[in-house]
């Protein structure tokens, strides 16, 4: 009884790591890390399905559209993404270099200081 007990145990620990490794969270971050945006969004979409950190998700979302250039759509999943966490520094970095890429400089320094407090 107790080896099965111990198997088991082994055997969740292993498909709990297993679906962590295997999240679409995951995926779409490794996408957007080697510059394939639009596959890293289809990955983010996808986390959404399995109901995977919404905040991280639309803030990877947020910053592949600061990536292409796609400025309108960036902001908006980084303000959802801040909606939900105001206090999540991803998000609120995106927001600043986001300001600064749309050259609002003065909104950029005031939103990046703030991550500085």
């Known amino acids: 009884m107790r080896v099965f007990l111990v198997t088991l145990l082994f055997l969740c620990t292993i498909s709990c790591s297993e679906t962590k490794d295997n999240s679409y969270l995951k995926f779409g971050w490794q996408d957007f890390e080697k510059g394939s945006y639009s596959n890293a969004i289809a990955n983010f979409e996808k986390a ?69 407090e």
Do not use: M, P
Not at 57 to 77: D, V
Not at 81 to 96: H, P
């Open 48 to 116: 959404v399905e399995r109901g995977e950190d919404e905040t991280e998700i639309e803030t990877g979302i947020a910053w592949c559209h600061l990536k292409l250039e796609n400025f309108t759509e960036s902001f908006t999943f980084f303000n959802s993404a801040l909606e939900r966490n105001k206090n999540y520094k991803n998000a609120i970095s995106g927001l600043g270099i986001l300001n600064y890429e749309s050259l609002d400089f003065r909104r950029s320094a005031l939103i990046l200081e703030s991550l500085l």
